[in-house]
């Protein structure tokens, strides 16, 4: 996988509040959508920041997370097509 720094720009998001995700996700997936091994490392990324929040009890944090998780995936299945989507599915199994 790619390195990015989607992690970290995530985890600054998370100090200034809800809306600061929803701004840094936003951002990030106009931006990387149409290059499928960096849609790719964001959604791995959400899944880490779910888990995150989850494990730490910050429930608010994870549910959003996991919304624009499942937006992002469900973007990247009804986009990306053969070897793309094979690198998809590898790289999130």
């Given at each position: ?37 960096y ?23 994870a ?18 097509k ?12």
């Open positions: 996988m790619i390195q990015t720094t989607f992690y970290q720009d995530f985890s600054i998001a998370d100090r200034f509040g809800l809306a600061a995700v929803r701004g840094t996700y936003y951002r990030a997936f106009r931006e990387w959508r149409s290059d499928y091994k849609l790719t490392a964001l959604v791995i990324t959400l899944n880490w920041k779910i888990w995150e929040h989850y494990e730490a009890g910050r429930n608010v944090y549910r959003l997370y996991d919304k624009l998780w499942r937006e992002s995936d469900q973007y990247a299945l009804d986009h990306l053969g070897d793309e989507l094979a690198y998809y599915i590898a790289e999130t199994d």
